[in-house]
């Protein structure tokens, strides 16, 4: 049976209490989300899935971080694990949680990343903005897969990352692995976040109504706050004495993934927040375009008295295509409303 080590130091205290706390906003974020859909009247689509299997990893992460404080000895010193605690090899066991969380944190990171591009392109149809969000998927994909077998193939043997006992063994510069890693990671971020902003400037919406929407989509941004303070981090990580360095690192680490699925449910929460008497408002929301073009249909197409207005549409923006009947399309943000009610 394996040694529990007692949390008795503030910073291991400290991890376990943000473990729980982050990861429940997550977890009420998705159920919100989910809600959303609900009230909208709205099939989960597989964007919803993509958050909602995120979760669940980020659950399993957390679940993971807590027993490498608990049975890992996070927090404490090697020589205290091996001279107090009389656990040997004192590493050993956390170094094989430390891998776990290291590539469970990446398969999170780009199944959040995958949920929201999925909903920008349902959102966005528009060819240019498609290609750019898929090649983002797939770099955030492949930078996931290097990351597994980067840190599988680090140290040959494997079991050399966790027992330096093993003659002949060697290992790599793994913190340059995940420095690089971290540092893909958030460039796929920053792509991700900023991708939609132009576009949904360019909505003929009410001006407070694009500024809270790009504030919305734009929130992503501490994240990337977040990336950046790891990859700072990584750069001074000594695994000399890695139960004890690795404590802060992961303290910080765990905060991206778990902010990154709740702020990326936001945007689809408009529904659980629509309040009755918008008159002619109403139409407030994202319209689903087709065309190379980013821009929607005017303010004069959108006022019009008529369900109808495809005639003023098709004069002034003939290479976009609308939804017949003219039915916003608010993926999470609304439910359907037709365009032009008076």
Not at 28 to 45: D, F, I, T
Not at 56 to 84: C, F, K, P
Not at 96 to 103: G, H, I, N
Not at 243 to 256: C, G, K, R, S
Request: hydrophobic residues 50%; proline residues 4%; contains cysteine.
């Amino acid at each position: 049976m394996a040694f529990t080590f007692p949390i008795e130091t503030g910073p291991q205290l400290l991890f376990v209490i943000w473990s729980v706390l982050f990861t429940a906003m997550a977890i009420v974020a998705v159920g919100l989300r989910l809600l959303a859909r609900r009230v909208a009247n709205r099939k989960l689509g597989s964007d919803d899935m993509l958050m909602l299997s995120s979760c669940i990893v980020l659950v399993t992460y957390q679940v993971v971080s807590i027993l490498a404080v608990v049975v890992g000895g996070m927090g404490y010193h090697i020589d205290e694990i091996a001279n107090r605690f009389h656990v040997l090899p004192p590493s050993e066991i956390f170094t094989k949680y430390l891998l776990a969380m290291q590539m469970l944190w990446c398969f999170n990171l780009t199944l959040t990343k995958a949920a929201i591009l999925t909903l920008y392109t349902k959102i966005f149809t528009m060819r240019p903005f498609v290609i750019v969000a898929k090649i983002t998927m797939v770099v955030a994909a492949f930078c996931t897969t290097i990351m597994v077998i980067g840190s599988m193939s680090v140290c040959q043997p494997v079991a050399y990352y966790w027992d330096k006992t093993i003659l002949g063994g060697m290992c790599g510069d793994y913190p340059a692995l995940w420095t690089a890693n971290a540092g893909i990671s958030i460039a796929t971020s920053v792509v991700t976040l900023v991708l939609p902003i132009p576009h949904v400037w360019k909505l003929q919406l009410d001006r407070n109504m694009r500024i809270s929407l790009i504030g919305a989509f734009s929130l992503g941004f501490l994240t990337c706050i977040a990336g950046a303070v790891y990859i700072s981090m990584i750069a001074s990580y000594d695994p000399s004495d890695s139960t004890y360095n690795a404590l802060p690192l992961m303290l910080v680490a765990f905060v991206e993934p778990a902010m990154g699925i709740a702020l990326g449910c936001v945007p689809v929460m408009r529904p659980l927040f629509r309040r009755n008497g918008y008159g002619n408002r109403r139409h407030t929301g994202a319209l689903k375009l087709s065309g190379p073009e980013s821009s929607v249909v005017s303010a004069s197409c959108l006022h019009a008295k008529n369900n109808s207005c495809e005639g003023v549409a098709q004069h002034e923006l003939s290479a976009i295509t609308v939804k017949t009947s003219w039915t916003v399309q608010h993926h999470g943000w609304d439910s359907k409303s037709d365009i032009g009610r008076g």
